[in-house]
């Protein structure tokens, strides 16, 4: 069975018993404490993460009531640690990138002069720069990753907030003439059903 959604995402119809049964429940799980629209202690050294943090309670606060409650705020703490240390290997990706770059057009330059020694010494140092760009492209997707699935379970993708919306039912087609034709007929018994 699907875990019950907060109430904030219903729209279906709800006897007055229902509400007050989804309320009493969210009720039990709500705390004292707010979630600070400012940045949380342990994000102040990190410049990303706390743009991030300042940017999703905008977005929480602005929400008529919020599905994301202090319970949360260790999630959301790490979820803005991810995307700040995902910045830090794109950044580390492009060094790499650049690096990798010059030394291909320093192999090249040196095979020109005849210098087949350091030229191949180069060629070595450029496979190893190789290989940290896609070990770093392995890290990031692993982060994008556990990002991504953070962020289905705060109600942050269309997907996960289309989820919680109920399906609406499909009109019922009226039946046709053969249909109600057969369920006047009587059964083989000579009996109507």
């Known amino acids: 069975m699907p875990a019950a959604k907060p109430k904030a995402l219903i729209v279906r119809h709800e006897t007055k018993a229902e509400l007050q049964a989804r309320a009493d429940k969210e009720a039990a799980f709500s705390t004292e404490y707010q979630l600070p629209k400012g940045t949380p202690a342990e ?11 300042r940017r999703l309670m905008r977005e929480f606060l602005s929400i008529e009531e919020s599905y994301v409650i202090s319970l949360d705020r260790d999630m959301l703490i790490s979820y803005c640690m ?27 330059v040196v095979k020109t002069k005849g210098d087949a020694a350091l030229a191949l010494k180069i060629s070595v140092e ?10 770093l492209d392995a ?14 379970s705060l109600y942050m ?8 919306i109920p399906r609406r039912k499909a009109p019922e087609q009226p039946k046709d003439e053969m249909e109600m034709l057969l ?7 000579g009996e109507e059903e």
Do not use: C
């Open 82 to 108: 991810l995307v700040e240390q995902l910045e830090q290997l794109e950044e580390m990706r492009k060094v790499a990138y650049a690096h990798w770059m010059s030394l291909a057009k320093k192999v090249d």
């Open 43 to 53: 994000l102040k050294d990190y410049s990303i993460a706390a743009a991030t943090w």
């Open 139 to 152: 890290r990031a997707d692993q982060k994008r990753k556990t990002i991504f699935a953070m962020q289905k």
């Open 126 to 135: 450029v496979s190893g720069v190789f290989d940290l760009i896609l070990k």
């Open 183 to 189: 369920e006047e007929t009587p059964d083989a018994n």
């Open 157 to 164: 993708t269309p997907r996960a907030r289309a989820g919680a």
